[in-house]
């Protein structure tokens, strides 16, 4: 067996490779590896989580951003956005809506705007929370400080995505400004752990300056925090920022990876994520038989999806809205899977 086969044998075993180990494993990709990895990722999520994929409604409650980070389209910079923020109503009647087509749980994800302040946002997961008890909340909302997740949690959101977006310091200062510090990334994340919410992190792949050595890295990080979520999608330019010239990441290294993942911590809720779907018509489907098991379609008020415009033709119609949800379980369907009505929260032992 040659190196690369042997080293995805011990990594499913052992479900931990060295550094260098795992940079091997993403310079030598090809499709028999790859292959390989997703059937060894799917049986891995199989045994866990059956056939079925855990749907999440996202609702996109504002694109004001304090920060400014250069990879973003929704940068304070970008004097270009048109900025928005849904009001508590607007928010609540998508979590209604959401709910009638078969959602259980809702996403709220947003800049960094000062505006959704604690007293606010926890009013808004009360009421969540009461209008639909059996449902899970999600916040993706950005770095706030250990009393604010703590308020948070307290008011009932049950989940937080903070991407890491790389596990590199260097590397988080090509893609950051001076203001933004790695070392406060992190600590939200063992913050959120440590609050009892269920705590995802992530990054993306083809990120400029990204290089081998730092996506094992981040394949470490992962290994080492066993994050209960993970979202990993490639980097796609948006014109207006400073990385508008700048390469994108590739569908078929963003599924390599997704495999690789699922085989590192196998527990792990993965979606087949927006960016992925951007680039490629059947990513969601790729990602899925990679190994992903969520999907996470728009439930933001229509007339404000073209504006959470993170990157160059970001999906929010068609098949990635909440509302073709019926036409998504087709094509979910069609490959083997089944989208189920159910929180979806990660599964413990
Ligand atoms: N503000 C919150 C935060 O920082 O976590 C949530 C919103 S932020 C826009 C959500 C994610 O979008 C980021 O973690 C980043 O990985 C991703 N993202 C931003 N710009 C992107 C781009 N150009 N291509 C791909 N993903 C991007």
Redesign the pocket.
Request: proline residues 5%; hydrophobic residues 30%; glycine residues 24%.
């Given at each position: 067996m040659t190196k690369l086969f042997s080293l995805i044998e011990k990594l499913e075993k052992e479900k931990s490779l060295s550094l260098e180990e795992y940079q091997y494993l993403i310079e030598n990709a090809n499709e028999e590896a790859a292959a390989v990895l997703a059937e060894k990722a799917d049986k891995t999520r199989r045994a866990i989580y059956g056939n079925t994929v855990f749907i999440r409604g996202l609702i996109e409650v504002s694109n004001f951003?304090k920060?400014d980070?250069l990879?973003?389209?929704?940068r304070r910079s970008n004097k270009k956005c048109e900025r928005y923020r849904l009001t508590k109503d607007e928010i609540l009647e998508c979590c209604d809506e959401g709910y009638s087509l078969g959602f259980r749980t809702f996403v709220l994800?947003?800049?960094?705007d000062a505006f959704f302040s604690d007293d606010r946002l926890c009013d808004i997961v009360k009421s969540i929370k009461q209008n639909h008890p059996d449902c899970a909340v999600t916040l993706?909302?950005?770095?706030r400080s250990e009393e604010s997740y703590r308020k948070l949690r307290l008011a009932g959101a049950d989940r937080y995505?903070?991407?890491h977006?790389t596990a590199d310091e260097a590397h988080y200062a090509k893609l950051h400004p001076e203001e933004m510090r790695f070392e406060n990334r992190m600590n939200c994340l063992k913050n959120l752990r440590k609050l009892g919410f269920q705590t995802g992190c992530?990054?993306?792949v083809g990120?400029p300056f990204q290089t081998t050595q730092m996506i094992a890295k981040d394949l470490k990080f992962i290994e080492e925090f066993k994050p209960d979520m993970c979202?990993i999608?490639?980097?796609?330019?948006?014109r207006e920022?400073p990385?508008a010239d700048k390469k994108?990441?590739s569908a078929e290294l963003t599924c390599y990876l997704l495999s690789v993942i699922r085989l590192i911590h196998p527990p792990v809720l993965l979606p087949a994520t927006t960016?992925l779907g951007t680039i490629d018509g059947n990513g969601r489907e790729k990602g899925i038989l990679a190994g992903a098991n969520v999907v996470m379609p728009n439930l933001s008020p229509s007339s404000v999806r073209k504006k959470y415009e993170?990157?160059n033709n970001k999906l929010s119609d068609g098949d990635e809205s909440a509302q073709s949800k019926e036409n998504l379980s087709k094509r979910i369907k069609k490959i083997g899977y089944e989208i189920v009505t159910a929180r979806g929260d990660v599964y413990n032992g």
């Open positions: 951003c920060n980070c990879y973003c389209g929704i994800q947003g800049g960094e993706s909302l950005g770095e995505l903070l991407r977006e992530g990054f993306m990120s979202g999608g490639p980097f796609v330019p948006h920022t990385f994108g990441g960016a993170l990157y």
